[in-house]
């Protein structure tokens, strides 16, 4: 039901049929960068973390040569899942699994295969765990469950890295983490971060702090408004130097940042499937996506400051939490309200307008990597 005039949706089904959730894993979630935290959340050898992507269940730990390494959370004997535990430390460096107890070494091999005998005819190097691609950038580490990635890392990254050049990412520490799990599909949260359509009516704090956005527009180019000629790459209102409730902050500000930077308050960087980060002058902030289920999405937010503040400003950094916190949660409730409404039988696919661009450029990719 194309039509001349308007742009439409991906289809509505889309958005909750498992089938189509499963096509996209394998198409798009198999087959990305995906960010999965940082170096230091695997700050010993053995530590580990487990992580569910769809259907899938993915293990990460650090090895005594203090090298991270990912493998599919699955023994070469029968399949039984290895670890249990969302996160902990491998006793004595080794991997054992819960059923036969086949172990294995940090970073991958099997030692030991109980009671095996040469008549088995298994050698142990010839089972090893099914190892998972991982790289690291800038302390944010990265994996890749396509078994021979077809994309590298740093297409993955340009030109958005770019923008954040000049923030020192790898000397960052999180000073706050916070989990949601949303009722939604994880594109229906990719869609509303994509658009600013719905921020006059969703977010009124925040179209405060950053007035553009009343306009349903991300920016003032594409709002067709002429910006302040002494303050030209300006985002937030006049006096505001971050996002907080009252756009100030006590929090020492990052060295080496440029007049742009200061000036905006606000760059944004986007890696999708799985992360976006917003750098501010004194804080940076990220938000990683998992897509868990077809009506479920596990949001992971950090707030991180350079990792030499001294004592931590534990009021401060509440304080600055609590406004990004307010948009997450205030976006989370659209996404989840979008959610139980687009199930409707009658609702085959919805419309969209032009403040929706990046919307329909979104849809647009995820046809591509359906090979639609
Ligand atoms: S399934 Fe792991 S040891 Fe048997
Ligand atoms: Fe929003």
Same mark, same amino acid.
């Not at 986007?270 to 990683?288: E, G, K, Q």
């Given at each position: 039901m194309s039509h001349e005039k308007y742009r439409e949706t991906l289809p509505a089904s889309w958005f909750y049929d498992p089938l189509q959730f499963r096509r996209e894993l394998k198409a798009i979630w198999g087959r990305a960068?995906?960010?999965?935290?940082?170096?230091?959340?695997?700050?010993?050898?053995?530590?580990f973390h487990r992580l569910p992507i769809?259907?899938?269940?993915?293990?990460?730990?650090?090895?005594?040569?203090?090298?991270?390494?990912?493998?599919?959370?699955?023994?070469?004997?029968?399949?039984?899942?290895?670890?249990?535990?969302?996160s902990g430390t491998f006793a004595n460096r080794r991997i054992v699994c819960p059923y036969h107890a086949w172990s294995y070494s940090l970073s991958g091999e099997l030692k030991q295969a109980p009671r095996a005998t040469e008549s088995d005819g298994i050698r142990l190097e010839d089972f090893p765990l099914y190892r998972v691609a991982l790289e690291t950038w800038r302390g944010f580490v990265?994996?890749?469950?396509?078994?021979?990635?077809?994309?590298?890392?740093?297409?993955?990254? +340009?030109? %958005? #890295? /770019?923008?954040?050049?000049?923030?020192?990412?790898?000397?960052?520490?999180? !000073?706050?983490?916070?989990?949601?799990?949303?009722?939604?599909?994880?594109?229906?949260?990719?869609?509303?971060?994509?658009?600013?359509?719905?921020?006059?009516?969703?977010?009124?704090d925040l179209c405060r702090l950053v007035p553009v956005y009343r306009t349903g527009y991300?920016?003032?180019?594409?709002?067709g408004l002429e910006q302040d000629p002494q303050r030209p790459h300006a985002m937030l209102r006049p006096g505001a130097v971050t996002w907080s409730q009252?756009?100030?902050t006590d929090l020492p500000w990052f060295k080496g940042l440029?007049?742009? +930077?200061? %000036? #905006? /308050?606000?760059?944004?960087?986007?890696?999708?499937?799985?992360?976006?980060? !917003?750098?501010?002058?004194?804080?940076?902030?990220?938000?990683?996506?998992?897509?868990?289920?077809?009506?479920?999405?596990?949001?992971?937010?950090?707030?991180?400051?350079?990792?030499?503040?001294?004592?931590?400003?534990?009021?401060?950094?509440?304080?600055?939490?609590?406004?990004?916190g307010q948009v997450v949660s205030e976006d989370a409730h659209a996404c989840e309200l979008n959610q139980q409404g687009i199930r409707c039988s009658r609702h085959e696919q919805g419309v969209l307008l032009e403040?929706?661009?990046c919307v329909f450029e979104f849809e647009q990719w995820v046809r591509e990597r359906l090979g639609e």
């Open positions: 960068w995906l960010c999965i935290g940082r170096e230091e959340d695997w700050p010993a050898a053995g530590d769809g259907a899938e269940q993915i293990i990460v730990t650090r090895s005594e040569d203090d090298v991270l390494h990912a493998f599919h959370n699955t023994c070469r004997h029968r399949g039984s899942i290895l670890c249990e535990a969302d990265f994996i890749n469950l396509d078994p021979e990635p077809a994309i590298s890392l740093d297409q993955t990254l +340009e030109p %958005e #890295a /770019g923008y954040v050049a000049r923030w020192p990412l790898e000397q960052l520490r999180s !000073v706050r983490r916070e989990s949601h799990r949303l009722r939604c599909n994880w594109k229906i949260f990719w869609e509303n971060y994509l658009e600013c359509y719905h921020c006059p009516g969703v977010h009124p991300m920016d003032y180019q594409d709002a009252d756009g100030f440029g007049e742009k +930077e200061l %000036e #905006a /308050g606000m760059t944004f960087a986007t890696f999708r499937p799985t992360m976006f980060l !917003v750098a501010h002058v004194d804080y940076v902030r990220t938000v990683r996506v998992m897509a868990v289920g077809p009506e479920e999405t596990e949001l992971t937010v950090d707030w991180y400051l350079h990792r030499d503040t001294g004592p931590l400003p534990a009021a401060e950094i509440d304080r600055l939490a609590a406004f990004a403040p929706e661009d």
